[in-house]
């Protein structure tokens, strides 16, 4: 689906500056919102996922510091399932929960993303409709990400890790969520235990 505005990605050159070499993970959000929203490599301005990620991580230590220079230094990489700022992505999120969105189905920019990466953390329902289309070993479970066995890795693909979005998560399950990444990062015996 074409889009009106130029994506984020390209204006804020994350590709150049931001990926990292080597690719640990890489964290599939849904879409960065509307024209108008903050972006999450948009160093001058507060982002709600970004600051409840990166003091996340950095709580678990799993990054030296909650910032982007150590997200990048850890070896993690944002992106979104829908790279197209969009005003309103209700209908999205809901067709998406049977992976039916036509967006998240044309998110073929995460499959080179996805090959580079040692894990994937997919965050959210129009994340997980995206990483379906884009990489065909993903199982296309229909259940509820904020219900069991979520969060957490998929058996059928143990390199993919799948939870709620952060800024959608009550405070009380957070610790829940972060928890169980933290032990799914810890376990990838390719990582190295994931400090970074």
């Not at 070499?21 to 999450?40: I, Q, W």
């Not at 220079?69 to 049977?98: E, K, M, N, Q, S």
């Amino acid at each position: 689906m074409p889009c009106r505005h130029t994506h984020p990605w390209d204006r804020f050159r994350v590709a150049r500056i931001w990926a990292p070499r080597p690719l640990h993970c890489l964290v599939v959000g849904e879409n960065p919102g509307s024209s108008t929203t903050p972006y999450f490599y948009d160093v001058e301005r507060a982002v709600a996922v970004r600051t409840i990620l990166l003091r996340e991580l950095h709580a678990a230590g799993i990054l030296t510091a909650p910032t982007l220079d150590a997200f990048r230094a850890a070896g993690f990489l944002f992106d979104h399932g829908i790279r197209c700022p969009l005003d309103d992505v209700t209908t999205d999120r809901r067709l998406a929960r049977t992976y039916a969105s036509p967006r998240a189905n044309a998110a073929v920019h995460l499959t080179p993303l996805i090959r580079k990466a040692s894990s994937v953390w997919v965050m959210g329902h129009v994340a997980r409709n995206a990483v379906a289309a884009a990489w065909p070993g993903f199982p296309r479970d229909r259940g509820d990400i904020a219900r069991a066995p979520h969060p957490g890795p998929l058996p059928a693909a143990p390199t993919f890790f799948v939870s709620r979005y952060l800024t959608r998560t009550p405070a009380a399950e957070l610790e829940a969520i972060v928890g169980a990444f933290t032990g799914f990062w810890r376990g990838r015996p390719d990582l190295g235990g994931g400090s970074g």
